[in-house]
């Protein structure tokens, strides 16, 4: 089975901290994801990976990088966090064009 | 801009009723569509994925059929149960968005009731 662990299901953080988000799978898969999850909003990118060091932005990249050093594993960082990134965070991997596969989600509190 | 849309929003049924959820989607060049199961303050999952060049897929108690040329999907879900409860995703693979990029609806929240 495939699996996609977070570091953490929940975290609490302050203004103005430097958060990592941290996503580990275990399938050698090429691509990995960062999602955000909004209610009334649904997931929205934030950024996704092709490739070892090789990254691209998604739909919503302002306040967020991200790294990946090792094909499997994918950090999102958020330089300095705010309270509008309040959410839940989705990390996935796939295989190239085929289906992805989540990871449990990060509940992030910024207060 | 592609986009993907999940109607009805919310879903109650009676146990063992049949029932379809619905996805629509702006421009028929896709890769693939992928729906998914999510339960509250839970991660998502695979329940099935169709090929752009397939009709339907079925896995146990659900079926999904693609419809490309309306822009349509629907996850047939037969003889449903209270463990069925959960928001149902769709999410699309469009040719436009690069084969990583995967367009998500917001989902149908359904609720069967014992």
């Known amino acids: 089975d495939v699996k996609v662990t977070q570091s953490s299901r929940y975290l609490v953080k302050r203004t103005g901290e430097k958060v990592f988000l941290e996503c580990v799978q275990d399938?050698?898969?090429?691509?990995m994801f960062w999602y955000r999850q909004d209610p009334g909003l649904g997931l929205r990118l934030i950024y996704f990976s092709y490739d070892v060091k090789m990254k691209e932005k998604g739909d919503i990249p302002e306040g967020y990088s991200v790294s990946r050093e090792k094909k499997e594993r994918f950090s999102l960082i958020l330089e300095s966090a705010s309270t509008n990134q309040t959410s839940m965070y989705l990390c996935?991997?796939?295989?190239?064009?085929?289906?992805?596969?989540f990871g449990p989600g990060t509940r992030l509190t910024v207060t | 801009k592609q986009e993907v849309t999940q109607i009805p929003a919310a879903l109650s049924v009676p146990e063992g009723e049949n029932l379809v959820l619905n996805c629509s989607f702006t421009?028929?060049?896709?890769?693939?569509l992928q729906w998914f199961r999510q339960d509250p303050g839970k991660g998502l999952t695979s329940l099935l994925l169709?090929?752009?060049?397939?009709r339907e897929q079925t896995s146990g108690r659900l079926n999904a059929s693609l419809d490309k040329s309306s822009g349509r999907s629907t996850l047939y879900i037969a003889a449903s149960q209270p463990g069925d409860s959960a928001t149902y995703l769709c999410?699309?693979?469009?040719?436009?968005?690069?084969?990583?990029?995967?367009?998500f609806g917001t989902g149908t929240k359904l609720q069967v009731i014992p």
């Open positions: 421009d028929s060049a896709i890769y693939n």
């Open positions: 399938m050698d898969h090429e691509n």
């Open positions: 169709i090929q752009s060049s397939q």
């Open positions: 996935a991997s796939s295989p190239t064009a085929l289906q992805q596969y």
């Open positions: 999410a699309v693979r469009f040719h436009s968005g690069g084969y990583q990029k995967v367009t």
